[in-house]
């Protein structure tokens, strides 16, 4: 009978051994099989003005889980970025968070500003190419601006990103703002930062182009 035990409690140590191993397996898969998304953007996806929690970048952040992909967000947007800044700061960025998806949305600022179009548009390239060199899928996000510095400036700025798409070859969300820009209930009363009540459209014009990035 002492026989019998001890091949018992050996078989029963062998299943916990296994059952362990089991499990550090799995954990080891699931970490290997996640990715990282990086927003590099300015105010629009940095919740200017919003109660934390309440921006489109968040609302992603929900959808993934409820969509149960693994994904981990990364925010790196801050107000008043320019596509200079942008592009200062993407090296440390891509070296910490390692990421499989970066989306860009920058240029906002730049045309604001009166900017000069050909330099946003080489910093954006910059940072499509320092991005794809990490092998990093890139979603580029769309503005448009109000035509304060004409109609030649607000058209080049506007092509500016569906030229720079077809050029690099990564995906477009052509306009963050879509379904936004023309509701003035929409925005705060600065006339710049949507309101709360925008962000889930915001996120709707971002998601079509995001979600098969995430599924490769």
């Known amino acids: ?15 916990r051994w296994l059952a362990a191993l089991s499990l550090v397996l799995f954990a080891t898969c699931a970490h290997s099989a996640s990715k990282t998304v990086l927003v590099l953007g300015d105010s629009l996806s940095a ?8 921006g489109w970048v968040t609302l992603l952040e929900q959808r993934i889980r409820q969509s149960k992909l693994n ?3 990364v925010n790196a947007s801050i107000s008043g970025e320019t596509t200079s800044g942008g592009k200062a700061r993407l090296p440390a960025l891509l070296t910490q968070h390692r990421p499989d998806v ?6 906002a600022n ?3 500003r009166g900017l000069p179009v050909a330099s946003a548009e080489r910093n954006l390239s910059d940072m499509i190419k320092a991005s794809k060199a990490t092998n990093a899928q890139v979603l580029l996000i769309g503005m448009q601006i109000p035509p ?3 109609r030649e400036y607000t058209q080049r700025f506007t092509g500016m990103y569906e030229k720079l ?12 703002l879509q379904s936004v820009a023309d509701d003035p209930t929409l925005f705060q009363s600065d006339r710049i930062h949507p309101v709360a009540e925008a962000q889930p459209i915001m996120l709707d014009n971002v998601w079509p182009y995001l979600k098969p990035l995430l599924s490769k």
Do not use: C
């Not at 009978?1 to 299943?15: F, I, L, T, V, Y």
């Not at 919740?47 to 309440?54: D, M, N, P, Q």
């Open 148 to 150: 304060n510095y004409g």
């Open 165 to 176: 798409a077809k050029e690099t070859k990564v995906g477009l969300a052509p306009f963050l």
């Open 71 to 73: 994904v981990n967000v």
């Open 1 to 15: 009978m002492q026989n019998n035990w001890k091949k018992h409690g050996m078989k029963a140590a062998s299943m």
């Open 102 to 107: 970066v989306l860009i949305e920058l240029g």
């Open 110 to 112: 730049d045309g604001l």
């Open 47 to 54: 919740e200017y003005g919003l109660a934390r929690g309440s």
